[in-house]
């Protein structure tokens, strides 16, 4: 006697994602993966940081930053039970968040951690798990968003510009271990600029005017020493790549594997278009 063949299980569902959604055009790429892969999402705004643009067509709330409670509260009642931080918030001192009680609590817990920012986003994603959401990093809903290693177009970096990659690469470890950027400006081994709380288009803005004849610095982009991986990765995209050709830079260089890359595709025809490098290097 044949038996009939068991039915195919049907394929699971993920768990509802929720997006907390700061400035800039990465969480619009997590809203398009979602809808793309038919991932169930909401989105969580901010007010004065998240792009209308972002909510746009989407299940969606607002909150204010400081908002702690509210935003656990609308997080949990959207049924999610992953969580990914994408995009960055302005900083400010934790009064000026206007935190509601619970945020007052937060603050009052992570003390002197709340003045760097690895120690606040760590507490952060402690609390939030402590919630029993799952926190994941942005690269783990869109893998392809990591750089990898080499030139992202047709120009790699000559001799002397490997040499400026190398003492950014130095100075970084080094103010890293200090909570200090994730960013830094050489030209011709001369520090042109580090980043600090202004961010990186604000440091090429700021470097331009220090750009000294011959061969055009780099930027050199890198995470920090044990920095928490699951949040606030440096990120560049062709806006990166345009502004460091009007700060004069002969190119960009990023940690493979530590560095999101908005649209490598057009990252690499915006750099063969202005004539620069972008290229991964490998972590050390």
């Known amino acids: 006697m044949q038996t009939a063949p068991s039915a195919s299980p049907r394929t699971a569902l993920p768990p509802r994602l929720g997006i907390l959604a700061g400035s800039g055009p990465l969480p619009r790429r997590l809203v ?3 809808r793309r892969e038919g991932r169930p999402f909401f989105v969580l705004a901010f007010t004065g940081e998240t792009e209308p643009a972002t909510v746009e067509g989407t299940e969606h709330a607002w ?4 908002a702690v409670g509210k935003a656990i509260g609308i997080l949990k009642e959207a049924g999610c039970t992953e969580l990914v931080l994408a995009g960055p918030v302005r900083r400010r001192s934790p009064m000026a968040f206007r935190p509601d009680w619970r945020g007052l609590q937060f603050f009052a817990r992570v003390g002197r951690r709340a003045w760097g920012d690895d120690g606040l986003l760590s507490a952060v994603i402690q609390e939030l798990e402590a919630e029993g959401f799952h926190v994941i990093g942005a690269e783990a809903v869109l893998p392809t968003l990591l750089a990898s290693t080499g030139a992202f177009g047709r120009t790699a970096p000559d001799a002397d510009a490997m040499a400026d990659i190398d003492r950014g690469i130095d100075i970084l470890k080094a103010l890293g271990g200090l909570d200090i ?3 830094v400006v050489i030209q011709q081994g001369v ?3 580090i980043e600090a709380v ?3 288009d604000s440091l090429m803005e700021r470097c331009k005017d220090l750009h000294r004849e011959g061969r055009g610095g780099v930027l050199v982009k890198m995470p920090k020493p044990g920095q928490e991986s699951r949040v606030d990765l440096p990120t560049i995209g062709s806006r990166t790549v345009e502004r460091a050709h009007r700060a004069g830079l002969a190119g960009i260089a990023v940690e493979a594997g530590g560095t999101i890359v908005l649209d490598r595709d057009a990252v690499g025809a915006a750099a063969d278009r202005l004539g620069l490098f972008v290229y991964g290097f490998e972590r050390r």
């Open 181 to 183: 950027g994730q960013a």
């Open 63 to 66: 909150v204010r930053v400081g």
């Open 32 to 34: 398009e993966t979602c």
């Open 191 to 193: 520090v042109l600029g």
């Open 198 to 200: 202004e961010g990186t």
